[in-house]
């Protein structure tokens, strides 16, 4: 009988924790989940590229520089991390040209942008960067040399 008593006991709190639980998190989200939407224009703004679904609940909002060593090598980290969770999260680029002449970079990628080829532009941008972007020697000439790697009409 005792056995009985303390394992009934057991199954009713572990049964009220669950159902606790489940009206906390019910709580929170309703709490917090119109945050999300009434201030996403604070970090997805009209000009933001973006990439993934509209539906994902998770957005990863860069703020990125074309010429910087760290985004170059943040960017397979991002794309792994997408890959893995396909349709679930959502990124969002945001300039922050900080490095001498990015802001030349960054409009480079506004016209890709216009050719369609933004994605393609940035990708060889940050896998060539070490030899027009190097911090200790920049040479921001040689980049026109990388970006028809990405199909982009130069002359254009």
């Known amino acids: 009988m005792k056995y009985i008593l303390i394992g009934t006991t ?3 709190l572990v049964f009220a924790f669950v159902v606790g639980s489940n009206i906390h998190n019910e709580h929170q989200t ?16 009209d000009h933001s590229q973006t990439l993934g679904s509209d539906d994902a609940k998770v957005y990863i909002v860069e703020f990125m520089d074309p010429a910087c060593e ?18 679930k ?3 969002v680029l945001r300039y922050a040209p900080f490095h001498r002449g990015a802001d030349n970079y960054v409009k480079m990628l506004e016209a890709a942008k216009k050719q369609g080829k933004y994605w393609e532009t940035l990708d060889v941008m940050f896998k060539s960067q070490g030899a027009w972007a190097s911090h200790g020697n920049p040479q921001p000439q040689r980049i026109w040399e990388f970006l028809p790697k990405a199909g982009l009409d130069i002359s254009q």
């Open 89 to 91: 999260i959502k990124l």
């Open 30 to 45: 309703a709490k917090y989940g119109f945050m999300a939407d009434d201030d996403a224009e604070l970090f997805v703004r």
């Open 10 to 12: 057991c199954l009713i």
């Open 70 to 87: 760290t985004c170059a090598a943040f960017e397979p980290f991002i794309k792994k991390i997408m890959a893995a969770n396909p349709g």
